[in-house]
């Protein structure tokens, strides 16, 4: 059975297992719950979540490893003695917390004369300190990619015949149809000295309008070429490319012909748009044409353009902007686009790629049999195995990738096998510099796909492409459309409880006499007891004071707890559900005494829930925590997360489908990082995107290096 992200397994499954292995390739067979790979022992564990309201054998309440003494004294500063009955629970915790200062003295006294070492071997994150670096994730990729950047490397892709003699740039058409002057009629000229001297005009039309598929379609094909040569010479010109024509009939030629004809148009003198019948009306012929995955490039790189409907007989020329507004439906786009290639209001590089990326892949191709409707950009990008799509005989799969490539500088060989996916990546390791398989992986679209989830069509930041600078490469991409990507930061994600935290506040002086106070508080009362018989009157006086000090010792220890942290242990901790700021501190340092400094701060603009401050300093506002709330509530009940980074001190809410167990810093946008939170796919060995949040980027220096990763 296979099951995706987000979907859980029913209980007749519970019996199902697989089989996963570990960088030394051993095994370990398990059910279909959610995993994780320990940071500390490398091996492939159950995920126990704690949740707000737990749900399941697999999700616990919220518990902590925080220093009891510290929550203890944070309660008993916020609770009045005098409050009705809670003096006799106030003077228990009292009593509690006096034994534990008894016990630290104790603990200190036997360390001073007779060392114990209590380390334990367990891989428990149980030790505190300061290593300066998140937990890793340290499982890397496992496996063979089907097409690598790098020639050096192995590709499992079948190569089709005569695939590598193919050339993808050329100065002129392979074939073309010439009139001989000497016999009076049309031939095909394959002849390249001929060729290069001859001005040509190229053809560009819709199937549809030329012939109909049927028993008749010769005769229609016939019938068409006529018309497309007595045009052709009433433009006194004695040449033309028409693909019915030049397009050769095997493989090798075909692919030649047909991933070369960017440059066929870019050197034609004249593009001659055939359209169907004005009888038919006129402004469905122009949609029908402009609906078509090739008329875009066709139109864009020609010199001029003329068009001619095959009812009448006059050929009108017509600009870019003409063209746009008769043909082309989304016009904020594509007037953007034809603004660009008549050079009338230039864009950067990637963003006429990006613009053209999206305009392509709204129009159909011939992998689609006639009548059927394509399918929305996303899903027919990502190449959704369960989709049933009904695929002409001998068509390419990837065509609007090759439409597309045409306006690269770099191209890749055209391959039966690959689907869009696949090419569209083939298409940016091939040309490095626009990168943008690697910025997709950076930005959170609307919807995450089931498989290939690092594709993005948009950005729920409202991030364009073109403003993320990626800090990650991608060395291939997987036979089922995983991209694998190198260089990448990661830390691993805590969800189990929150560990405690080796932390440091600011330098003060009187905040480290206040916090020694305490611990002389046994001490003092002790030695009052103990000459009490010697000296009676020191003896009452120390115990005064030994008492005194006991008594607001909790105020003591509080206040040299107190202060702005300044640095920390870094923990990335997850919690399922909608968690407050104050009991994020409760749990992490054991809270703080009002007036004193805030312990954790919101995001003012990292995740989907985010509400900066209005005010002078920038901030996130308190507000988010409610909205987030109200999201719990309705259709994302058991979706929203919160995650706590203890190196920067923020909250995040945010959705997802499952909970992100590994954190990848992907790249960079609008003064901060992109982190990508994945779930882990032990079996296949992938990690599959859950969210992206923007989190601060000196927090990447904090994560290590890992290996090749595996987004799928």
């Known amino acids: 059975m296979r099951l995706w992200p987000g979907q859980l ?5 519970e019996a199902v297992t697989i089989t996963c292995y570990d960088d030394l390739g051993n095994p370990k067979t398990h059910g279909l719950e959610q995993r994780y790979v320990s940071p500390t022992t490398g091996i492939c564990r159950k995920l126990v979540v704690q949740a707000v309201s737990p749900f399941g054998k697999l999700e616990v309440p919220i518990s902590n490893h925080t220093n009891q003494a510290s929550k203890i004294a944070i309660w008993l500063l916020s609770n009045s003695p005098i409050r009705g009955w809670i003096i006799f629970k106030w003077i228990g915790v ?10 630290s003295v104790i603990w200190l006294l036997a360390q001073l004369f007779a060392p114990i070492d209590l380390a334990d071997d367990t891989g428990e994150d149980t030790d505190l300190y300061n290593t300066g670096y998140y937990k890793p994730y340290v499982r890397g990729f496992q496996g063979q990619l089907w097409a690598a950047r790098s020639p050096m490397e192995h590709s499992s892709r079948i190569i ?10 050329t100065l002129y058409p392979r074939v073309l149809i010439i009139r001989d002057p000497i016999c009076n009629e049309w031939v095909s000229c394959a002849d390249r000295d001929t060729i290069v001297r001859t001005k040509f005009i190229a053809i560009s039309y819709r199937a549809v309008d030329a012939f109909t598929r049927g028993p008749d379609q010769e005769a229609e094909k016939a019938q068409f070429i006529e018309e497309v040569r007595a045009t052709v010479l009433e433009q006194k010109y004695d040449a033309y490319w028409l ?39 006129e402004k469905e012929c122009w949609k029908g044409w402009g609906e ?18 095959r009812d009448r007989e006059a050929v009108t020329p017509l600009s870019l902007f003409e063209l746009a507004n008769l043909a082309y439906t989304n016009y904020d786009i594509e007037q953007a686009i034809v603004n660009a290639y008549s050079g009338k209001d230039p864009l950067e590089r990637l963003e006429r790629l990006t613009l053209l990326k999206s305009a392509i892949w709204r129009r159909g191709t011939a992998a689609l049999a006639p009548g059927v409707t394509p399918p929305p950009p996303k899903l027919d990008m990502i190449g959704d195995s369960e989709k049933s799509v009904t695929v002409l005989s001998g068509a390419y799969k990837a065509e609007r990738v090759y439409a597309l490539m045409g306006f690269f500088e770099h191209r890749i060989q055209p391959n039966r096998s690959e689907d869009d996916l696949r090419a569209l990546v083939r298409l940016s390791m091939a040309n490095d510099n626009d990168r943008i398989a690697e910025r997709m992986v950076s930005m959170l679209p609307s919807t995450i796909t089931k498989t290939a989830c690092w594709y993005s069509d948009d950005d729920i930041y409202h991030a364009n492409l073109w403003d993320i600078l990626p800090e990650i490469q991608v060395a291939g991409v997987t036979d089922n459309g995983a991209l694998v990507v190198d260089g990448c930061r990661s830390a691993s994600i805590r969800w189990k409880d929150f560990p405690e935290v080796a932390f440091e506040t600011t330098d003060s002086l009187r905040r480290t006499i206040i916090g020694f106070v305490p611990y002389l508080s046994w001490p003092t009362l002790i030695i009052g007891l103990a000459i009490l018989m010697i000296n009676r009157v020191g003896g009452i006086a120390l115990t005064v004071i030994g008492l005194v000090l006991l008594i607001v010792s909790p105020q003591l220890f509080v206040f040299s707890q107190s202060g702005r942290i300044v640095s920390a242990q870094p923990w990335l901790i997850g919690v399922k559900g909608v968690v407050s700021i104050k009991e ?15 312990r954790m701060y919101f995001t003012p603009s990292g995740s989907q829930f985010s509400i900066p401050e209005r005010g002078l300093d920038r901030g996130g506002s308190f507000r988010q925590y409610d909205y987030a709330k109200l999201a719990d509530s309705g259709p994302d009940a058991g979706h929203i997360y919160t995650l706590i980074d203890t ?10 489908q499952r909970p992100p167990t590994v954190c990848i810093y992907a790249g960079r946008e609008g003064g901060l990082g992109r982190f990508v939170l994945c779930s882990e796919r032990c079996d296949i060995n992938e990690l599959h995107k859950e969210s992206v949040l923007r989190m601060p980027t000196e927090i990447s220096e904090k994560m290590e290096l890992c290996g090749w990763v595996a987004l799928g």
């Not at 009292?94 to 016990?103: I, N, Q």
């Not at 994020?584 to 809270?591: F, K, R």
């Not at 190196?647 to 997802?656: K, N, W």
């Open 160 to 169: 089709e015949e005569g695939e590598m003699d193919i050339p993808t740039h």
């Open 9 to 13: 397994p029913v209980t007749q499954n």
């Open 292 to 309: 078509r995955v090739w008329t875009m490039p066709e139109a864009l790189l020609s010199s001029r353009l003329c068009y001619k409907f």
């Open 243 to 281: 693909d019915l024509e030049c397009v050769g009939e095997t493989p090798s030629e075909k692919n030649r012909d047909l991933y070369c004809m960017a440059d066929v148009y870019r050197g034609a003198a004249i593009t001659l748009i055939m359209l169907g019948k004005s009888a038919s009306g």
């Open 584 to 598: 994020v501190e409760s749990h992490l340092y054991g809270g703080a005494a009002r007036g004193h400094f805030p």
């Open 94 to 103: 009292w009593l509690l917390f006096t034994l534990k200062l008894l016990w």
């Open 647 to 656: 190196c920067s001190s923020t909250m995040y809410y945010f959705r997802a």
